[in-house]
């Protein structure tokens, strides 16, 4: 009988220390990153939409409240910078000579998975966030807040046995992994140069003095959505000439109207800011602009602005998503 009180005892208390060191690792996340003003990460990120998958290099940059956040496509090398200095916000292209600015509370208004501060503040902020055990570590998961992706719903991240971070991977509804991001480095000292936050050194004064004309090509092929809401069909197609070539301008109608711009992107002479009152917003394989009824992004040479006064941001999204360089034929079309 004193045998089994004593196997019984021990039973517990190994699940109870199991239990606090699950607890724990939760907590020593937390406290490696909250004591932190600043850091320099660089990894791998890749995008999975539909059936297309786009992987970016990762360079993520944090000052006090100063952030700079540079991603690479590996595929193309095009390049884009999201800078928040002095509570202003931008998202440059420098192939463009461009940039959006931003009323935005970016990065603190939603989840960012390669920012430090924000995963710990979704493992923060989640009262029913686990962790688990594995061979190399542990993984944590929590909930995540994507306010224009209601379909990204939660984050496992990997940590080793010191409760450094290794991995993250955002996940939807389905369990699919939709946003996957590997840390290769983390500096917890980094030292910046004096403009490294600041909007100008951003900005390269001859990036543009010759004229491309590979992208001032006329756009012979339209560019359809894969995509349409219910009872939505397209009911015109315009082209209109410009001085970069034609712009395309496709009216959908039905219950769910909107109207789809397509034009060559043509870089600036001179540096241009494009004020948006809206937010930075992945999609597929760079960052756009959403406002409150409207999506404004850039993607293999194409400038596209989806518009509508009856779509949320969520179906936008979805919208902008399905168009492909090979769709040239529409779903639903009349």
Same mark, same amino acid.
């Given at each position: 009988m004193?045998?089994?009180?004593?196997?019984?005892?021990?039973?517990i208390?190994?699940?109870g220390?199991?239990? @606090?060191?699950?607890?724990?690792?939760?907590?020593?996340f937390?406290?490696?990153?909250? #004591?932190?003003?600043?850091?320099?990460?660089?990894?791998t990120?890749?995008?999975?939409?539909?059936?297309?998958?786009?992987?970016?290099?990762v360079?993520a940059?944090?000052?006090?409240?100063?952030?700079?956040?540079?991603?690479v496509?590996?595929i193309?090398?095009?390049?884009?910078?999201?800078?928040?200095?002095?509570?202003?916000?931008?998202?440059?292209?420098?192939?463009l000579? #461009?940039?959006f600015?931003?009323?935005?509370?970016?990065?603190d208004?939603?989840?960012?998975?390669?920012?430090?501060?924000?995963?710990?503040?979704?493992?923060k902020?989640d009262?029913?966030?686990?962790?688990?055990k594995?061979d190399?570590?542990?993984?944590?998961?929590?909930?995540?807040?994507?306010?224009?992706?209601?379909?990204?719903?939660?984050?496992r991240i990997?940590?080793? =046995?010191?409760?450094?971070l290794q991995?993250?991977?955002?996940?939807?509804?389905?369990?699919?992994?939709?946003?996957?991001?590997?840390?290769?480095?983390?500096d917890? #000292?980094p030292s910046?140069?004096?403009?490294?936050?600041?909007?100008e050194?951003?900005?390269?004064e001859e990036?543009?003095?010759?004229?491309?004309?590979t992208?001032?090509?006329?756009?012979?092929?339209?560019?359809?959505?894969l995509?349409l809401?219910?009872?939505?069909h397209?009911a015109? @197609?315009?082209?209109v000439?410009?001085?970069?070539?034609?712009?395309?301008? *496709?009216?959908?109608?039905?219950?769910s109207?909107?109207t789809?711009?397509?034009e060559?992107?043509?870089?600036?002479?001179d540096? =241009?800011?494009?004020?948006?009152?809206? =937010?930075?917003l992945?999609?597929?394989?760079?960052y756009?602009?959403?406002?409150?009824?409207?999506?404004?992004?850039t993607?293999n040479?194409?400038a596209?602005? *989806?518009?509508?006064?009856?779509?949320?941001?969520?179906e936008?999204?979805t919208?902008?998503?399905?168009?492909?360089?090979g769709?040239?034929?529409v779903?639903?079309?009349?």
């Open positions: 004193k045998k089994y009180i004593a196997l019984f005892l021990v039973l208390l190994v699940t220390c199991g239990k @606090k060191d699950m607890s724990g690792i939760k907590d020593d937390v406290k490696s990153i909250e #004591k932190r003003s600043s850091f320099l990460v660089k990894g990120m890749q995008i999975i939409s539909n059936e297309d998958t786009f992987t970016y290099d360079t940059a944090k000052d006090d409240d100063n952030y700079r956040v540079t991603l496509n590996q193309n090398n095009h390049e884009q910078v999201i800078l928040k200095s002095n509570n202003e916000v931008y998202v440059v292209t420098p192939s000579n #461009k940039s600015k931003f009323q935005s509370e970016w990065p208004n939603g989840s960012q998975a390669y920012l430090l501060d924000s995963l710990m503040h979704d493992v902020n009262n029913e966030s686990t962790a688990e594995t190399k570590g542990y993984i944590i998961t929590t909930k995540v807040n994507y306010p224009n992706n209601a379909n990204l719903v939660k984050e990997y940590v080793d =046995e010191n409760a450094e991995k993250v991977e955002v996940l939807d509804s389905e369990d699919k992994v939709k946003i996957s991001v590997k840390f290769n480095s983390i917890f #000292k910046f140069d004096k403009d490294f936050f600041k909007l050194a951003l900005i390269d990036c543009c003095e010759e004229e491309d004309t992208v001032s090509k006329i756009m012979e092929d339209i560019i359809y959505p995509y809401p219910a009872n939505t397209l015109s @197609k315009d082209k000439k410009t001085a970069n070539g034609n712009r395309i301008i *496709l009216t959908f109608a039905g219950e109207p909107f789809l711009i397509e060559v992107a043509r870089p600036r002479k540096f =241009e800011i494009i004020p948006v009152f809206g =937010e930075p992945i999609v597929t394989d760079t756009g602009a959403l406002s409150a009824n409207s999506l404004h992004w993607s040479n194409i596209f602005f *989806l518009s509508s006064d009856n779509l949320p941001a969520t936008l999204l919208i902008a998503e399905s168009l492909s360089a769709s040239l034929t779903a639903g079309a009349k």
